[in-house]
């Protein structure tokens, strides 16, 4: 995918970026840090981020409340090594030469943090492996 000590990309979609993508977006950037390009989008972003998201997440020490849902656009699937889509379906573009990979989890959208915190440590463990495999050595 990448050659020895090139930063890998990864582009987290949901259908409204607005829980699944956030979170994994949030738990890349902070296990991994600069060491790998972290994005997220929307085939149809929310207008705000899901408060009970921001709550789970801010439990395991990471501010998410000013993040806002952004739309995906075929810039940010290009310009991604890896694309990792968490329920958007066919709406996801597709190009030849990257790699897809599909986390089934449930969506956490009207439900409250109790119902979130499960599927906040599954993204977290889902996160902690992918930095294993793509950039070794880069999870803090």
């Not at 600069?34 to 009970?52: E, F, I, L």
């Not at 849902?69 to 329920?87: F, Q, Y």
């Not at 379906?89 to 597709?94: A, S």
């Not at 979130?116 to 993204?123: A, G, H, K, M």
């Given at each position: 995918?990448?050659?020895?000590?090139?930063q890998?990309s990864?582009?987290?979609?949901?259908?409204?970026?607005a829980?699944?993508?956030?979170?994994?977006?949030?738990?890349?950037?902070?296990?991994a840090g600069?060491?790998?390009?972290?994005?997220?989008?929307?085939?149809?972003?929310?207008?705000?981020?899901?408060?009970?998201v921001?709550?789970?997440?801010?439990?395991?020490?990471i501010?998410?409340?000013?993040?806002?849902?952004?739309?995906?656009?075929?810039?940010?699937?290009?310009?991604?090594?890896?694309?990792?889509?968490?329920?958007c379906?066919?709406?996801?573009?597709?190009y030849?030469g990257?790699?897809y990979?599909?986390?089934?989890?449930p969506?956490?959208?009207?439900?409250?943090?109790e119902?979130?915190?499960?599927?906040?440590?599954?993204?977290?463990?889902?996160?902690?492996?992918?930095?294993?495999?793509?950039?070794?050595?880069?999870?803090r």
């Open positions: 995918m990448n050659t020895p000590g090139e890998p990864v582009l987290f979609v949901c259908v409204h970026n829980g699944r993508s956030q979170m994994a977006a949030a738990f890349l950037t902070h296990l600069d060491r790998v390009r972290v994005r997220s989008a929307g085939s149809a972003p929310a207008d705000t981020v899901n408060p009970a921001v709550e789970a997440l801010a439990e395991s020490g501010d998410i409340a000013a993040e806002v849902p952004k739309v995906l656009t075929a810039e940010a699937v290009r310009a991604s090594d890896v694309v990792i889509t968490m329920g379906g066919d709406t996801c573009p597709v030849p990257k790699r990979l599909d986390w089934q989890l969506d956490p959208a009207g439900r409250g943090v119902a979130v915190r499960p599927i906040r440590d599954e993204i977290e463990q889902r996160v902690r492996a992918l930095i294993d495999e793509i950039a070794p050595g880069a999870r």
